[in-house]
């Protein structure tokens, strides 16, 4: 179990299953110390509008001993790397993922050097925390070129688990992500595992990687205290 889990949908999303305040519930009674809560952003069908993301304000960030951050998960929408949630409103929260996502504009059928070229222009043109499940099934791309980028702006890379779950036997998929292991570790860029939970009971469970014997360095791992400290500075902007 992760005390740290910073990719997690509630209902908002239009395709998750429990409140915010079923989420923070959980997490306590799991003695979680840090989540996120990250809807998708407005493009993808039934997810909430991108005034949501400004009323997030609202929810306290530490309840108990739990650390709650105000996050989204932005959809690239183009081959130019553009989010479906306005700056200004990004600025404001504590912490923002962009992925691709189907059910979204992103264009279909696109290639490699389209999708990699998307995140690299997305990563350069927004202040991104963290490129969720950076290499997908439908949307491959050259993962040390997205590495690399992701380094010189300073973004996590995703391990994602609620996709690991699903292409546990797909061993193109599970290479993906020790390769991307091993490009982060040459490049030093920081790894987060997320469970992307849609349903509580999720939320920090990453039992997978040990079954699929998955291992990373622990200094490009996302912990507590580089997530504390990283959070200061971008409150500090
Ligand atoms: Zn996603
Ligand atoms: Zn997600």
């Given at each position: 179990m992760n005390k740290l889990d910073l990719h997690i949908h509630s209902i908002a999303s239009g395709h998750a299953f429990n409140t915010v305040h079923e989420i923070i519930t959980y997490s306590q009674k799991m003695k979680m110390e840090m989540i996120a809560l990250t809807d998708h952003g407005p493009s993808m069908k039934r997810a909430p509008h991108a005034e949501y993301f400004e009323m997030l304000n609202r929810i306290p960030r530490k309840v108990g001993q739990l650390e709650i951050l105000s996050g989204c998960e932005a959809n690239i929408i183009d081959l130019?790397?553009?989010?479906?949630?306005?700056?200004?409103?990004?600025?404001?929260?504590?912490?923002?993922?962009?992925?691709?996502?189907?059910?979204?504009?992103?264009?279909?059928s696109t290639t490699i050097n389209e999708n990699t070229n998307s995140i690299i222009n997305a990563i350069r043109n927004n202040e991104l925390d963290i490129i969720s499940h950076p290499w997908r099934l439908e949307f491959p791309i050259n993962l040390k070129q997205v590495v690399i980028e992701a380094g010189k702006y300073n973004v996590i890379l995703e391990i994602n688990i609620s996709l690991?779950?699903?292409?546990?036997?797909?061993?193109?998929?599970?290479?993906?992500?020790?390769?991307?292991i091993h490009e982060c570790a040459i490049h030093e860029v920081m790894i987060v595992v997320s469970s992307d939970a849609h349903w509580i009971y999720e939320i920090g469970d990453v039992a997978i990687l040990k079954e699929l014997n998955i291992k990373i360095p622990k200094k490009i791992l996302v912990n507590l205290k580089y997530m504390k400290k990283r959070l200061n500075e971008r409150r500090k902007k």
């Open positions: 130019k790397g553009s989010l479906d949630i306005p700056k200004e409103i990004l600025k404001k929260l504590d912490l923002v993922i962009a992925g691709i996502h189907k059910l979204t504009p992103y264009p279909k690991l779950k699903i292409y546990k036997n797909n061993q193109k998929v599970v290479n993906k992500i020790q390769e991307m």
